[in-house]
């Protein structure tokens, strides 16, 4: 379960891979979240990529807000065992799609990182598409104390 307080996202996660032509596969249901699962689980090491909508045609999508996420801000992430791990908002950058930051997004690290990925910018009628993504960096601060 993903829930992002400052800006009301409680969204169950999917599972996502890749599609045939080997760009990373998107959550079918706009309302959903999926993550990256070649990439970290919630707390290990490495980036742990979430990607969502932003919007469709009848309106916001999980994602619609990201933009407005702060340094600073809350993410936790509820695994499988129960445990939540917590991620501190760290940057939000806008890129253009022809210019994605592949490399800060998917490479390994030695740390435990948070990606959230979704569309931004100018949407392009003609293409159906946004011309840029909206993506929000993250660092692990640790599990939450569930007994309190």
């Not at 890749?18 to 990256?36: N, Q, R």
């Not at 999980?62 to 760290?90: C, H, K, M, P, W």
């Not at 598409?129 to 569930?146: C, M, P, Q, R």
Request: glycine share 10%; net charge negative.
């Amino acid at each position: 379960m993903l829930h992002i307080p400052a800006i009301g996202v409680e969204s169950e996660l999917v599972a996502l891979g890749l599609d045939v032509d080997k760009t990373i596969e998107v959550p079918e249901d706009f309302s959903v979240a999926g993550w990256y699962r070649h990439r970290a689980r919630p707390g290990e090491v490495g980036p742990m990529v979430i990607l969502g909508h932003v919007d469709s045609f009848e309106g916001p999508a999980v994602f619609f807000e990201l933009n407005r996420l702060q340094a600073g801000d809350l993410v936790e992430l509820t695994r499988s065992d129960g445990r939540i791990a917590v991620y501190e908002i760290t940057s939000v950058e806008q890129f253009p799609k022809d210019d994605f930051p592949t490399d800060r997004v998917y490479d390994w690290s030695n740390a435990a990182t948070l990606r959230l990925v979704t569309c931004g910018g100018n949407f392009d009628r003609d293409r159906r598409s946004y011309d840029d993504n909206v993506i929000a960096f993250g660092i692990f601060l640790g599990f939450a104390d569930l007994e309190g």
